[in-house]
C-alpha cells in the first residue's frame, strides 16, 4: 500500500520505518530541509535505538524516502498520517497549527480520495477541524472528493519506539462506523501487526483522541501519588521502595509507573496533562487530580536540588557538581521538559558549576545551552565526577546502576551522592563511606 507520513519526529520517522518494512511503500514529508536530507541518507537525527539500521535496510529496497514537497506527498499516499507536533501554547492547551496546516495542504492537494489518520496527540473535536480544513480547500477548488478523517493516537514509548510501533498492544482506531470502506482499508494496513491477536480497537472519533490523553494522564498520576507518598515517607521515616515492593506485589495495583524519582518529563506527560486540564476547563469542568499531579511533578523536580543544599547545610555556591543523566529517560536523546533542565537552572542560579554525561543526550545539552559558563558537557561519566564536590544522578540508564563505587569516592571531594532516581541500596551505600540521598529514603530520610 501507499502511506504518506507527513512529520518525521520521533512518531512519524518510526511509523514510517515499521510501515515499510512490513512492505508499504512510504513517502515521508517534513518542513525542516535539513532532516529531510539527513534521512534520505540514511542518518537520524535522534537517538532510537534499532531504528538507523531499519531505516537504511528500507532505503535500500527502496521503500522509503523523504521529501520536503508537500504536493508529492499528498499526491502519493492512499493513507496520509498526521504526526506533527502539538507543543502547549501559552494557555496549556495543544497548538494546533502544525496539524491544521497539514490539513490545510491536504485540501489544497488531493486530486482522489483519501484516508486521512492523525497520529498527533490532539484534543477531541480536532479531526472536525481537521475536516474542516481539508473541505474548505475542497470547495474553494470547486472539487468534490471523498476522504476520511480518523483519530490513530500513537502510544510508542521513547527508548522503545521501534518495538512499540512493531508489537503494538493496541491499535485505537476513532472513525465514524458509516466508513465501512475506509474501516476495512485501516484493517488491512495493521494487519501485519495483529498477528497473534486483533489490536485494532475501532471506536467513535472523540473517544480515540480522549484516550491518548487519558493514558498518558493516568501514567502521569501513578508517578505523582509515589513521588507524594515518598515525600511523606521521608517525614515518617519510612523507605518508599519497601513501600514500592509492597503495594506493586497487588495485582490490582502492579510494579509499572510506580517508581519514584525525580519527577516525570519529556515531551509527552508535561503537555498532556496540561492540554487535558485546558480542554476540561472549557467545559467548566475542573481536573482536580489532575492539577495535583502536575504540581507535585513540579515540585518533585527539585527534590535532588533540596537534598544537595541539605548536604552542604545550605551553602553550595561555588561548588562543582557531577551530574550523571540529561535526557528525560534512559535510552533517548530527548531533553523535552526534562527534570534535568529544571535542576541545572536552580544550580547555576546558586552559583554551581556542574560536569555533566549523558550516555546520548550531550550533542542536544549542547544545542540547547550553547556555552554555557557553568556547564561541562564531559565525554564518560568518570570524567564528570574529575573535581566535583558531589555526584547527582538524574536519569536511569542502565551504566550508572554499577559502577566503581571506591573510584567515586575517592575523586569527589565529598562523599556525596544525590540519586533521583533510587539506584542504589543506602545502607550499603553508607557502609561504603558515602552520604546517599535517594527519594524518600536513604540520608533524605534523617534531615526531615
Ligand atoms: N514523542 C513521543 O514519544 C510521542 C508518543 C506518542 C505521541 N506523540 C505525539 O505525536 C506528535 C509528534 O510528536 P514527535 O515527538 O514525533 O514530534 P517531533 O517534534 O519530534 O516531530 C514533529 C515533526 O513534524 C515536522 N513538521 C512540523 N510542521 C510540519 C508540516 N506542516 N508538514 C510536515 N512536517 C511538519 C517537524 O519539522 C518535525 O520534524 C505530537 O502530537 C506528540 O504529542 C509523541
Not at 11 to 38: F, M, P, R, S
Not at 92 to 99: E, M, R
Not at 160 to 188: F, K, Y
Not at 320 to 346: C, E
Amino acid at each position: 500500500m501507499k502511506v504518506s507520513i507527513f512529520g518525521v519526529g520521533y512518531v512519524g520517522l518510526v511509523q514510517a520505518v515499521v510501515l515499510a518494512d512490513v512492505g508499504n511503500n512510504v513517502l515521508c514529508v517534513d518542513v525542516d530541509a535539513a532532516k529531510v536530507a539527513a534521512l534520505n541518507a540514511g542518518e537520524v537525527p535522534i537517538f532510537e535505538p534499532g531504528l538507523e539500521a531499519l531505516l537504511q535496510k528500507n532505503l535500500d529496497e527502496k521503500r522509503i524516502s523523504f521529501t520536503t514537497d508537500a504536493a508529492a506527498g499528498v499526491d502519493y499516499g492512499e493513507f496520509i498520517f498526521i504526526a506533527v507536533g502539538t507543543p502547549p501554547d501559552e494557555d496549556g492547551s495543544a497548538d494546533l497549527t502544525h496539524v491544521l496546516n497539514v490539513a490545510d495542504k491536504i485540501g489544497r492537494y488531493m486530486t482522489d480520495s483519501k484516508i486521512i489518520l492523525d497520529k498527533s496527540t490532539v484534543p477531541v473535536g480536532t479531526a472536525t477541524q481537521v475536516r474542516n480544513a481539508i473541505q474548505a480547500q475542497l470547495t474553494s477548488r470547486n472539487l468534490t472528493l471523498n476522504f476520511t478523517v480518523a483519530s490513530n493516537p500513537e502510544f510508542l514509548k521513547e527508548g522503545a519506539a521501534v518495538n512499540d510501533c512493531m508489537r503494538p498492544e493496541r491499535i485505537i482506531i476513532g472513525i465514524e462506523d458509516t466508513q465501512t470502506t475506509a474501516i476495512a482499508a485501516i484493517r488491512e494496513l495493521y494487519e501485519p501487526f495483529s498477528r497473534n491477536h486483533e489490536k485494532v480497537i475501532f471506536m467513535d472519533v472523540k473517544s480515540a483522541e480522549l484516550t491518548k490523553y487519558a493514558a498518558n494522564c493516568m501514567l502521569a498520576t501513578k508517578i505523582s501519588f509515589m513521588n507524594e507518598i515518598a515525600s511523606l515517607a521521608e517525614l515518617l521515616g519510612a523507605d518508599i521502595e519497601m513501600v514500592r515492593k509492597g503495594i506493586g506485589s497487588d495485582s490490582r495495583i502492579g510494579y509499572h509507573f510506580i517508581y519514584p524519582g525525580c519527577g516525570y518529563g519529556g515531551s509527552c506527560f508535561p503537555k498532556d496533562v496540561k492540554a487535558l486540564i485546558n480542554t476540561a476547563q472549557k467545559s467548566d469542568f475542573p481536573l482536580h487530580i489532575l492539577k495535583a499531579v502536575e504540581k507535585v511533578n513540579e515540585a518533585q523536580k527539585l527534590k535532588p536540588y533540596q537534598h544537595l543544599l541539605t548536604a552542604f547545610n545550605g551553602d553550595i555556591s561555588g561548588k562543582t557538581i557531577a551530574l550523571w543523566g540529561l535526557a528525560f529517560k534512559p535510552n533517548t536523546d530527548d531533553m523535552r521538559d526534562a527534570p534535568s533542565r529544571v535542576l541545572l537552572q536552580a544550580l547555576w542560579d546558586q552559583g554551581v558549576t556542574v560536569q555533566a554525561f549523558d550516555p546520548e543526550a550531550l550533542k542536544e545539552a549542547q544545542r540547547i545551552f550553547g556555552m554555557h559558563p557553568q556547564l561541562r558537557l564531559m565525554g564518560t561519566k568518570e570524567a564528570a565526577l574529575q573535581g566535583a564536590d558531589a555526584l547527582m544522578i538524574c536519569t536511569e540508564w542502565q551504566q550508572f546502576r554499577s559502577p566503581d563505587f571506591e573510584l567515586i569516592r575517592q575523586t569527589l571531594t565529598h562523599p556525596i551522592i544525590i540519586d533521583g532516581r533510587n539506584l542504589f541500596d543506602p545502607a550499603r551505600m553508607a557502609s561504603r563511606g558515602f552520604k546517599y540521598f535517594g527519594i524518600g529514603r536513604g540520608e533524605s530520610l534523617k534531615h526531615t
